[in-house]
């Protein structure tokens, strides 16, 4: 068994576990802060949830850090109807190069673990929150 199957294990049942074994929406706990993604833990982590936005950001990004705080409150204020990830380019470059991913900060949009949409760009939390609602 390789590290990929291992955290794709841990994933799925830190899932069942947040949710009480029950499957489905209205059991399941939503975070309120952020989650780390990761070139190991992507898929699972955006096909556990109806609704998640990744912010593909690095250390050394001025405009990313401008915007992680923003995230962070949107995290915390739609809790129970988004998900939040933050995935470090320069740690995770599988997934960055899977999604084309060629400026950051780029916050993608995926529902029921497909991409949806994209928002390139340190933009003000109002953009960010009219493009959000789309999909809510």
């Not at 841990?10 to 074994?21: D, P």
């Not at 780390?36 to 992507?42: K, P, Y």
């Amino acid at each position: 068994m390789d590290d990929s199957e291992l955290e794709r294990i841990k994933m799925k049942k830190m899932a069942e576990l947040l949710s009480g074994g029950k499957k489905g929406e209205e059991s399941m706990e939503w975070p309120s802060e952020p989650v780390e993604a990761t070139d190991m833990n992507f898929d699972e982590l955006v096909s556990t949830y109806p609704l998640v936005v990744v912010d593909f950001w690095a250390a050394w990004c001025a405009p990313c850090r401008a915007i992680a705080p923003i995230v962070k409150e949107l995290a915390h204020d739609y809790a129970g109807k988004i998900v939040f990830a933050k995935l470090n380019v320069d740690e995770n470059p599988r997934t960055a190069a899977r999604f084309g991913i060629m400026s950051i900060p780029t916050l993608l949009i995926f529902r029921e673990g497909k991409p949806v949409d994209a928002i390139i760009g340190a933009v003000p939390r109002r953009a960010i929150e009219s493009k959000l609602r789309q999909y809510l």
